[in-house]
């Protein structure tokens, strides 16, 4: 098959296409790239397979998580230009090639490939895959862009929640006698290559399902000259490039790097801090069993909240929702540093309602640059606010434990011992809220022309536009959603049988 069939041009919609083809597509990529939250599974059959520290297995994350920021920095204008299925189909080849790769490591007991393959070349296939449906469904719901968004990136959160039962399962068949839980290292090698195939297959369906609007489409009764009346919202474009010159996509990178630095803090302590806040002496009146239910509740929220908060965006404002999670967090994590340890209930509803504004947070930036820079290329400048990402990653873990390890030693750990971190927290999502308080719409002298940023169509591509319709249903939609459906609803189903272990 020629490689031009991932070429831009060559994946326009055609009359017919139901533009709710889209998610789907958009999901079959970030279910699967969303295995990355999920190492924990064998991380300690790694740890011992390679008879090393966890610290040195959980470089292999950390590579990853920071080639994901790179990458869609670097690339983010070469995936608005190329188009969706060229870099769809990239990510699912540098995903797979990284699993297959990291196998051969396993396999060999050489750990540097593993580095090499799931850390590098994997963490390049997660950038590129994160960012790549993101303008593309932007364009095809101009009316509900953070509807759109929340549905794709809900798949991230989704896609951890799916690998970590699947993964247990494989692992118990490739090594029946596990001892201890902890499967052989031949194991956790098959069940990097099962994933890496089974990925790629998924991955590349997304690729050929996805399609980008003919230039000048809209919805029906879609009017795009309403959008200028709302707040922050223009119909002007901004390039990539200018985009970082502008105060506001700076605002926004410390909004995002607020937000994710605030939800890491706890979702990094997660189960540790439930049994601490509740520690009485030697035992805490919450078991391990309970910690591990909170955690899977914490799943829950996080990926309910990418998809609720976002699409509320689209009806209070983008500006709006982030004012609700910068400023309501704060709120909630004073509560939950004075007033936490006093009912079990209490703690897990704001640990949930902390983490899905963090999963939000990560679904309603796209919408709310679109809103700000426009469609042109709206992909690029969020490869390149993704950084915000990374940094957080390294500074949330940094604040929480480096207050922690100055406390005493985990497993002796009070409510108290984690005050001064969680008051931190509320600095950090203070900081958050102004830097949002001071976003206003982009200069003039930043768009684009309106020739440059192809905004006008061409007569052409205006009768093409009208003849595609959106609202069709064929046996090709129902397979689609079944094929992201079906495995997401397991996923559901088994971290709520683990998340009721809480109750």
């Known amino acids: ?60 994350f950390s590579i990853a998580i920071v080639m994901l920021g790179i990458s869609a920095a670097v690339f983010g204008t070469w995936v608005d230009e190329g188009g969706p299925r060229r870099a769809m189909a990239a990510s699912a080849l540098c995903w797979s090639t990284g699993f297959l790769v990291g196998s051969l490591g396993i396999f060999t007991g050489q750990l540097w490939l593993v580095y090499l393959g799931y850390g590098f070349i994997g963490g390049i296939g997660l950038g590129i895959g994160y960012i790549s449906p993101v303008s593309t469904l932007i364009k095809w719901f101009p009316d509900r862009p953070g509807l759109a968004t929340g549905m794709a ?55 050929w399902l996805v399609r980008v609007p003919p230039e ?77 239910g909170f955690v899977g509740f914490l799943s829950l929220c996080n990926m309910a909240g990418r998809f609720i908060w976002s699409s509320t965006s689209d009806l209070i404002g983008r500006k709006n929702i982030y004012i609700m999670y910068l400023g309501l967090g704060v709120l909630l994590y004073l509560t939950l540093a004075l007033g936490g340890s006093t009912s079990v209930l209490l703690f897990v509803l704001l640990a949930g309602v902390i983490l899905s504004f963090y999963g939000g947070g990560f679904a309603t930036i796209p919408a709310y640059l679109r809103d700000l820079f426009g469609t042109f290329q709206v992909g690029a400048i969020h490869g390149r606010l993704l950084t915000a990402w990374s940094a957080a990653g390294i500074a949330g873990p940094l604040i929480i434990n480096g207050f922690l390890d100055a406390r005493g ?23 958050g809220l102004v830097a949002n308080l001071l976003v206003r719409p982009v200069a003039d002298r930043f768009h684009e022309p309106k020739e440059k940023a192809g905004t006008e169509p061409t007569a052409d591509e205006e009768a093409s536009a009208d003849d595609v319709t959106e609202t069709k249903v064929s046996p090709l939609l129902v397979v689609a959603w079944l094929v992201v459906g079906a495995p997401l609803v397991y996923g559901v189903y088994q971290t709520a049988i683990t998340a009721a272990d809480l109750f």
């Not at 998924?202 to 690729?207: K, R």
């Not at 010159?245 to 990094?268: D, H, K, S």
């Open 153 to 207: 990136i809900m798949g991230f959160g989704g896609g951890a929640m799916i690998a970590s039962p699947m993964s247990s399962r494989l692992l118990q068949l490739y090594d029946p006698v596990m001892e201890g839980g902890v499967a052989s290292g031949a194991a956790v090698g098959k069940l990097f290559v099962t994933l890496g195939l089974v990925y790629l297959v998924v991955m590349l369906f997304g690729a």
């Open 216 to 292: 000048g489409w809209r919805p029906a009764g879609f009017d795009p000259s309403t959008v200028k009346e709302k707040n922050l919202v223009t119909t002007e474009s901004v390039s990539a490039n200018n985009a970082l010159r502008t105060p506001q996509f700076w605002f926004l990178w410390i909004v995002l790097f607020c937000n994710v630095t605030a939800g890491i803090g706890i979702l990094e302590q997660a189960s540790p801090m439930i049994q601490d806040f509740f520690r009485n002496g030697d035992s805490s009146s919450v078991a391990a069993a309970s910690a591990a």
């Open 409 to 431: 030693e985990p497993g002796a750990l009070t409510a108290a011992d984690y005050r001064p971190a969680l008051l931190t927290m509320v600095g950090v999502l203070a900081v």
């Open 1 to 60: 098959m020629s490689l031009a069939v991932l070429d831009r041009d060559r994946t326009i919609a055609r009359p017919g296409f139901n533009r709710w083809l889209i998610p789907p597509a958009a999901l079959a990529v970030h279910l699967c790239i969303g295995q990355a939250y999920a190492t924990s599974v064998y991380k300690a059959s790694l740890v011992e397979h390679f008879d090393t520290s966890l610290t040195a297995i959980g470089i292999i």
